[in-house]
């Protein structure tokens, strides 16, 4: 077979693969939808082949799997075998599993390996783990579940500028990917406080009763995620400009359920999921497309 001919053939194979990374975004986050429409169509197939992933490793942990029957022992065993799979793809270029085939060609595209998707897959694996997080144990679950998330992300971003960011502006980049990755994490953890204690008897914030949740602990868990946003704030005008209006979005977003957690009651915050209004998503949206000077449309 000719090189032409064989080139062809993996990047039809490589476009139906993004395709399948998009379909499975699709059917689980609006919100991720909302916010990646204000990124161009590359870093869009990109990050979404990204999240695509994480979603399926998700599944594995939290979802399908387990639903489909699968013991403790066999949902370790498939997630070990996804992070085998997309290991040797990322060497390889190429997965018999499309959503892992995308992932792996964005890595490769982007320069990020084992660095990030280690940790990633660590993390997945504790939540198999029924043991109770202690204190020093969610550093390192939030960095594996979150933050490497948004190094990833912030790889695709700098992976499209033409001249490389140098070391001093990447490392202030890297900072704030890795605080607006903890802070979206940390703020989906205080919304799903109750379902993740009483479905699932997991609980991510060691020291706080969630059948005794107070104003106190809201306070002290909200300060905390605000003070991760306003650090991933300061950075968001150094990112290239063709990113800025998504993770604007996204930051808005979260800086919004942020706000509604904290006008809202503890005893609610326990019993319901706190959400942003379509409304107001696409309100936020338009105030970074137009406030950066993305995408307009």
Same mark, same amino acid.
């Given at each position: ?167 001093? %502006? /990447? @490392? +202030?980049?890297?900072?704030? &990917?890795? $605080?607006?990755?903890? !802070? ?56 290239? %400009? /063709? @990113? +800025?209006?998504?993770?604007? &979005?996204? $930051?808005?977003?979260? !800086? ?42």
């Amino acid at each position: 077979m000719s090189r032409r001919r064989s080139e062809t053939l993996l990047s039809r194979y490589s476009d139906a693969a993004e395709a399948s990374s998009a379909t499975v975004i699709a059917h689980y986050s609006t919100s991720f939808g909302a916010a990646a429409k204000l990124l161009d169509a590359e870093a869009r197939r990109r990050i979404r082949s990204i999240y695509a992933l994480v979603r399926v490793a998700d599944e594995i942990v939290d979802g399908a799997a387990a639903e489909a029957g699968l013991s403790p022992a066999q949902l370790h065993e498939v997630l070990d075998g996804l992070e085998a799979d997309t290991e040797r793809a990322m060497a390889s270029g190429y997965s018999a599993n499309l959503v892992v085939h995308a992932f792996a060609r964005v890595a490769r595209e982007a320069r990020f390996g084992t660095e990030l998707t280690r940790p990633f897959f660590a993390s997945m694996r504790r939540d198999l783990d029924a043991a109770p997080f202690a204190p020093e144990e969610i550093g390192p679950y939030i960095h594996g579940s979150a933050e490497v998330v948004g190094l990833m992300c912030l790889a695709v971003f700098l992976a499209g500028e033409a001249e490389p960011a140098d070391d001093a %502006r /990447r @490392a +202030r980049l890297e900072r704030g &990917a890795i $605080h607006l990755g903890a !802070a979206f994490q940390k703020i989906n953890f205080l919304r799903d406080l109750a379902e993740d204690w009483r479905t699932l008897g997991r609980n991510y914030f060691p020291g706080v009763d969630p059948d005794a949740f107070t104003e106190a602990d809201k306070t002290a868990i909200l300060d905390d995620i605000d003070r991760d946003l306003e650090i991933a704030r300061r950075t968001l005008p150094e990112l290239p %400009r /063709r @990113a +800025r209006a998504a993770v604007s &979005a996204a $930051h808005g977003l979260f !800086a919004s359920l942020t706000a509604r957690c904290r006008s809202t009651p503890a005893s609610e915050i326990i019993a319901t999921r706190i959400r942003v209004p379509d409304g107001e998503k696409l309100a936020i949206a338009v105030r970074s497309a137009l406030g950066t000077g993305g995408n307009r449309r």
